[in-house]
């Protein structure tokens, strides 16, 4: 209610006001809440029309249930195709899907690690991993130096959580997991969980966490601890700290425990219950992957792993934040100077390049001349074969036909005595008939 009237009035040489006292009194009705403080409404509206993304990068060797996880998880079957143990490499096959819960739409992106775990060799186990992190991140920096950028409907498709599948039949981590896990941790956020814990007993299970815990501090690999600085959720995540890694138990099968239908496996000697916490702490993954901190997992991505990747890509590319002189720099400069460095770097390998040419042209003509030499010297040596087999022939020749002549002489002589002895032999009888006519 409005009890005085404010009146300005001017006075030659200063500005001076009087109060008037208003009897009558009129009531302001407001159509709304007004103030600032509705703004997070605004934020959370906004945020809930436009959608959500998260994308789940799931490592594990094949066939230690990754996929049941997942479709436990999030209470819905996945398409999702069977792999084999004879895949020739690791290939990573990403699968989005479209989930609404109330009012809130999240898309979901999955991503399995085919063949992990097969190869001989590690480095072909976690490098595709590596490369793939990294297409992602090289994606959404493209996006923003754009000129025209549309990241308010970008699909973001980098990775916010790694869910790395620790074998249970093992006392410890294999070679393989410490590799990868180091490789991976300063990329991705890691969490590591325990697969299949329903086939060890509750002991087995205590003693292979410390030991899992334990070979991952001493081998600095730095996992996805739950954040402390919010009050709100610093006790439970505190405590949630302490039981990793989780060891979970995936089923989307309803089972029959006493009177209830519950999500779980049943054997021959009990049942094994997914949403027991005394069975496994399948409550508790999904209690802090999904309840409690999705944002912070997304906002670590970006915070953390993406903005680490874009400064060693924007440094390589010889961008540079103000020094502390406070010059600023110019992206003109930047960009001439990177030009030039690049067109020095080009020059300086073809010069390479062709002095390299020039080498290999001149060690391939001395190796030429070299063949040339010994091609002439054999062909020297065959000449002189073919000229003393030539001579030798030329002798053996010569007496060939010298025999022959030989021959000759001596076939003449046999065919002149034998013609005389014939000769003589026909005369005989002659004479003797001649005798006895007498």
Not at 135 to 145: D, G, N, P, Y
Not at 158 to 165: E, T
Not at 262 to 286: A, I, M, Q, T
Not at 334 to 357: G, I
């Amino acid at each position: 209610a409005i009890t005085s009237k404010v009146c300005w009035k001017t006075v030659p040489g200063s500005l001076v006001y009087t109060e008037q006292l208003n009897e009558d009194k009129r009531t302001l009705e407001l159509s709304g809440h007004v103030g600032f403080d509705s703004l997070p409404d605004q934020l959370v509206s906004k945020a809930s029309a436009q959608g959500f993304c998260f994308n789940i990068l799931c490592v594990g060797e094949t066939g230690i249930g990754k996929s049941t996880l997942m479709n436990t998880l999030f209470n819905t079957t996945f398409e999702n195709e069977e792999a084999s143990h004879y895949e020739q490499k690791v290939e990573l096959r990403p699968h989005t899907y479209e989930l609404q819960e109330s009012n809130v739409n999240l898309k979901l992106t999955v991503v399995h690690t085919v063949g992990f775990g097969d190869q001989i060799n590690k480095e072909q186990s976690y490098k595709p991993i590596l490369e793939y992190i990294d297409a992602q991140f090289e994606k959404f920096l493209e996006e923003e130096l754009k000129i025209k950028r549309s990241l308010f409907n970008y699909h973001d498709t980098r990775i916010h959580i790694c869910l790395y599948f620790i074998a249970p039949n093992g006392h410890s981590l294999k070679s393989l997991d410490l590799v990868t896990m180091k490789k991976l941790d300063s990329k991705v956020n890691i969490i590591p969980v325990i697969a299949k814990a329903d086939t060890v007993s509750r002991n087995e299970l205590e003693k292979l966490k410390i030991k899992v815990m334990s070979e991952l501090v001493s081998n600095g690999v730095q996992i996805y601890q739950f954040p402390t600085e919010d009050e709100a959720v610093a006790e439970i995540n505190s405590s949630m700290n302490t039981l990793l890694p989780f060891a979970v138990v995936g089923s989307v099968d309803d089972v029959k425990v006493g009177n209830k239908m519950v999500k779980g496996r049943l054997y021959p000697w009990g049942s094994v219950e997914v949403e027991n916490e005394k069975h496994c702490d399948f409550v508790k993954l999904r209690e802090m992957l999904l309840r409690v901190n999705m944002e912070d997992l997304r906002e670590q991505t970006h915070a953390r792993h993406y903005e680490l990747y874009r400064r060693c890509k924007l440094e390589e590319m010889g961008f540079k934040d103000t020094g502390t002189d406070s010059q600023s720099f110019s992206l003109q400069q930047t960009y001439e100077a990177k030009r030039k460095e690049f067109l020095v770097e080009l020059q300086r390998k073809e010069e390479e390049m062709r002095q390299m040419f020039v080498n290999k042209v001149k060690e391939t003509e001395a190796e030429l001349k070299e063949k040339e030499k010994e091609l002439h010297e054999r062909f020297e040596q065959l000449k002189r074969m073919h000229q003393e087999e030539k001579k030798n022939l030329e002798e053996k020749r010569r007496e060939l036909e010298e025999e022959m002549n030989a021959f000759n002489r001596r076939k003449v002589a046999a065919e002149t005595l034998m013609g005389q002895a014939l000769q003589g032999c026909s005369q005989q009888p002659f004479k003797k008939d001649k005798d006895k006519k007498k």
